[in-house]
């Protein structure tokens, strides 16, 4: 386990794979984060107003709603959430997803594969 400088208690996780999405849930969890992991966009603001986390983190493409919409709403509703935008791409190259993610709110990016050490010490340097 990777040490962090400020533990944040709560985290979201958008992401319509499921073995990505139980993979990160699990990784949190074991690193003392309460983690909620939903697959799909539809009531996310209602969702995310009642758990309160500290950070989301969304995919980009994603079946009823891209991860650029959630990172809008979310910076809307809580100007102060952490964001963090993940991508393996799509009908283009993830670095362009991603890009467009950081310029629209995202505090920080992956690009899929990562691993959860990159995870980790991402979540840790926005904590600093």
Not at 58 to 68: A, N, V, Y
């Amino acid at each position: 386990m990777i040490p962090v400088s400020k533990i944040m208690n709560k985290i979201v996780i958008v992401e319509d794979d499921i073995v990505i999405r139980e993979s990160l849930k699990e990784i949190l969890e074991m690193n003392n984060y309460e983690v909620m992991a939903i697959d799909s966009c539809l009531d996310l603001m209602k969702k995310v107003n009642e758990f309160k986390p500290d950070v989301l983190i969304t995919d980009i493409i994603m079946p009823d709603k891209d991860g650029i919409e959630i990172i809008i709403e979310t910076k809307k509703v809580l100007p102060n959430i952490i964001l963090i935008a993940i991508s393996g791409g799509g009908r283009i190259d993830s670095e362009s997803y991603l890009n467009t993610a950081k310029y629209l709110g995202a505090d920080a990016t992956l690009k899929k594969p990562f691993t959860h050490k990159e995870l980790l010490d991402c979540i840790a340097n926005l904590v600093k």
